[in-house]
């Protein structure tokens, strides 16, 4: 049972490029989650996923794209990447959106765009 | 608009002692969970403890322990006995639909 996985780890990236960031869970939760992590900013809601079908926007989802795969993947997109998109990203997920319901987190990627 | 403000960026503490550290929060919801999670140096989430709004005790796990006052929209954790392996970045947050969290408070442990 490996929780929340996230891959790359690590991903450098130069102005303009695009990339994905892979997210899976095997703990067949319902809801999945985009958060990016600035120093003194704690971590931002990107996108979610209620349940699989169905995507929202977050706090701060300009430049990012998602996709709910299925139940267990739920990726996230930078098209065109920006300095301003160098932060530590982390994928979440939970049994229902909101309420008592804990999230639980994977061990993050960190991106950085020069 | 949810907004969770935690007011001391940094708190030491020496080994064995107590250490509190305070949040607030603003919502128009009276339903509502507040949650504190730790972050040590390896990245990893890991939830502390959870409050429901609706309950009057607070909530306590071990040495962790929560003030919650819903009417002053305030909800700070308490660690007693405080060890070198709670030394991490702990951030509280508010989840009525969608968590948000505060800015995070930085607990170095003095041996």
């Known amino acids: 049972n490996a929780g929340v996985t996230q891959t790359p780890k690590f991903q450098v990236l130069k102005t303009g490029q695009s990339m994905t960031l892979q997210c899976a869970q095997d703990?067949?939760?319902?809801?999945m989650y985009w958060y990016r992590q600035d120093p003194g900013m704690g971590l931002r809601l990107i996108y979610y996923?209620?349940?699989?079908?169905?995507?929202d926007k977050g706090e701060v989802p300009n430049g990012y794209n998602v996709s709910r795969l299925n139940k267990r993947e739920f990726s996230l997109r930078l098209e065109s990447a920006a300095p301003s998109q160098t932060s530590v990203y982390f994928c979440?997920?939970?049994?229902?959106?909101?309420?008592?319901?804990?999230?639980?987190f994977g061990p993050g990627t960190r991106l950085t765009v020069t | 608009a949810q907004t969770v403000t935690q007011s001391q960026p940094e708190m030491s503490v020496q080994e064995a002692e107590t250490v509190t550290l305070s949040c607030t929060y603003d919502?128009?919801?009276?339903?509502?969970?507040l949650f504190w999670y730790k972050q040590p140096p390896s990245r990893q989430m890991i939830l502390v403890i959870r409050?429901?709004?609706?309950?009057?005790q607070n909530a306590t796990e071990n040495r962790f322990s929560v003030n919650f006052q819903k009417a002053a929209k305030s909800f700070s954790l308490k660690i007693s006995d405080s060890q070198l392996g709670d030394a991490a970045m702990y951030f509280c947050?508010?989840?009525?639909?969608?968590?948000?969290f505060g800015a995070g408070t930085t607990v170095t442990v003095r041996a």
């Open positions: 703990m067949n939760h319902n809801s």
């Open positions: 979440a997920s939970s049994e229902a959106p909101g309420g008592r319901y804990e999230q639980y």
């Open positions: 947050a508010h989840n009525d639909y969608k968590l948000s």
């Open positions: 996923s209620a349940s699989e079908g169905t995507t």
């Open positions: 409050q429901e709004a609706y309950k009057q």
């Open positions: 919502t128009s919801e009276s339903d509502y969970y």
